[in-house]
């Protein structure tokens, strides 16, 4: 009976029906109805989930809050450096072809700028929200203990048996970051030769010059050649023979160059007016003189193949003998005369065919 009476005083408290921490619904229920069971209904069916959903609420609500002002300081951050200007000469009258590299640099920086942006947006989301699908299940009774445990063993599992995935993803984010090339570049990787076509975290796909499309995983990367990174430089080997005057060649040559570099369609492909940096080979028959010119982007090919014209052709008006190979001619009698092939070759020709020509009409 005391015990029955006892229960009954408890149950007919506030702290009896809503605990010794009286939520603020219980506790306005209590104060205006002063029902046991009423409160005790609020508290189990209304405060309680109540309570667990505002909790829910407020960390997804910080979460995105979180997230929205790290994206807005990392678009800050890479805005700031896509728009950065890049160091120029002092000289204010800039040349076209200069000023056209400066902008593709330009171009470059944003474009590298605005991917590491989005990388590293995609990284503070998935951080953010990871921690807080966390704080949720915690806060839902969950017991993370054995969640933790086999994501740790998972991600154990997945570094041994994932190694070369890894490895490709970390290879392809110092690519972008430290810029080793883009879309658009003429690279050299190990056996391929082309242009990159596309790129991604994972592999890099290029096409080379006979149109064979190359799949390079960025792992298995650990040296590339950029032909085409802010400049690039035209080389020209250009044989001639060994008894003419060396100084008068180059004299030649500097014309020829200095034509192209004055023409105002070829001057927007230079960056510097062609050098002739001399004899480059010596043989006993020939001197290989080289030119070199420094070029806009992936534009080296055809400054190479004009300059290479024009300095046929100035070589040739200044009655400069091309430089060419031994070759041995065999005649019909079975004799064998070493001749140059650059020299003289049609003629003998000629006259073997008339020799050779009138034998047989004899015959």
């Not at 242009?195 to 149109?211: H, I, P």
């Not at 100035?314 to 005649?331: H, M, N, R, W, Y």
Request: charged share 20%; with cysteine; hydrophobic share 45%.
């Amino acid at each position: 009976m005391f015990h029955a009476t006892g229960l009954a005083h408890v149950l007919g408290t506030l702290t009896g029906s809503c605990g010794d921490n009286p939520g603020i619904a219980c506790r306005l229920t209590w104060d205006i109805t002063h029902s046991s069971n009423a409160a005790q209904v609020v508290q189990i069916y209304v405060a309680g989930p109540l309570s667990q959903v505002l909790r829910i609420a407020f960390v997804i609500v910080l979460a995105m809050i979180v997230r929205t002002i790290a994206h807005r300081v990392i678009n800050k951050i890479t805005e700031g450096a896509a728009t950065a200007s890049l160091p120029v000469a002092g000289n204010t009258r800039i040349h076209k072809a200069a000023a056209a590299v400066h902008a593709a640099g330009m171009e470059r920086r944003e474009q590298r700028a605005r991917a590491l942006g989005s990388i590293l947006r995609s990284g503070v989301s998935i951080l953010v929200f990871g921690i807080a699908a966390l704080t949720v299940l915690g806060y839902l009774g969950v017991d993370l203990t054995p969640l933790l445990v086999s994501t740790t063993v998972l991600g154990v599992a997945l570094g041994f048996g994932a190694q070369n995935l890894v490895r490709d993803y970390l290879a392809g984010i110092l690519m972008l970051v430290e810029d080793h090339y883009g879309v658009g570049d003429m690279i050299n990787v190990k056996d391929a030769t082309g242009t990159v076509e596309a790129m991604s975290l994972l592999t890099t796909r290029l096409r080379d010059v006979n149109g064979v499309v190359w799949h390079i995983r960025n792992g298995s990367i650990e040296v590339v050649g950029n032909e085409s990174q802010g400049w690039s430089r035209a080389v020209i080997d250009y044989p001639v023979p060994y008894e003419e005057d060396l100084a008068r060649i180059r004299l030649l040559m500097e014309e020829a160059a200095g034509s192209l570099y004055r023409e105002r369609g070829w001057r927007k492909l230079l960056l510097e007016k062609p050098e002739v940096w001399g004899a480059q080979e010596l043989s006993s028959r020939e001197v290989t003189m080289r030119i070199v010119a420094k070029t806009a982007p992936m534009r080296q090919w055809e400054v190479a193949r004009e300059l290479r014209a024009r300095v046929k052709s100035a070589l040739d008006a200044a009655g400069v003998k091309q430089a060419g190979p031994e070759t041995v001619v065999i005649s019909t009698s079975g004799e064998a005369t070493l001749s140059r092939a650059a020299e003289g070759s049609g003629a003998d020709g000629a006259e073997e065919g008339t020799t050779d020509g009138g034998g047989a009409g004899s015959a």
